[in-house]
């Protein structure tokens, strides 16, 4: 395995921790996949960084996880949907914790 591929396969673990950390489903929609593409995270207050591929790349675990406690998880349909303004009826919910670098279970 090349160091590329070491690298995607560990931000990938990472972001799968997250989303099942956060009920491995959109808050909105209710959608849940075993893909991580469609999923996003939505900040509900005081952003300091988009989490995403780079920052997954980029930022220590403890960073990610404090970072992620300021968001919703959101399918990407939904999260366009929020930012252009629909849904502003729901309430979102943050994760009261998030814990990295576990194992996952298969």
């Given amino acids: 395995r090349s160091a590329l591929h ?3 396969s560990h931000y990938m673990s990472i972001k799968k ?3 099942l950390q956060m009920g491995n489903e959109c808050q909105i929609c209710k959608f849940s996949t075993e893909y991580l593409s469609p999923m996003t995270f939505h900040h509900l207050r005081d952003k300091l ?9 980029d930022f220590k675990l403890n960073k990610i996880e404090i970072e992620s406690l300021k968001c919703a998880l959101l399918c ?9 303004g629909l849904h502003q009826d729901i309430i979102l919910d943050s994760p ?10 298969s």
Avoid at 49 to 57: A, G, V
Avoid at 76 to 84: G, K, P, Q, V, Y
């Fill in 76 to 84: 990407f349909n939904c999260h366009m949907e929020l930012e252009s």
């Fill in 17 to 19: 921790q997250l989303i």
């Fill in 49 to 57: 960084f988009d989490i995403n591929s780079r920052t997954l790349r």
């Fill in 96 to 105: 009261s914790v998030i814990v990295l670098g576990l194992p996952l279970k």
């Fill in 6 to 8: 070491n690298v995607i």
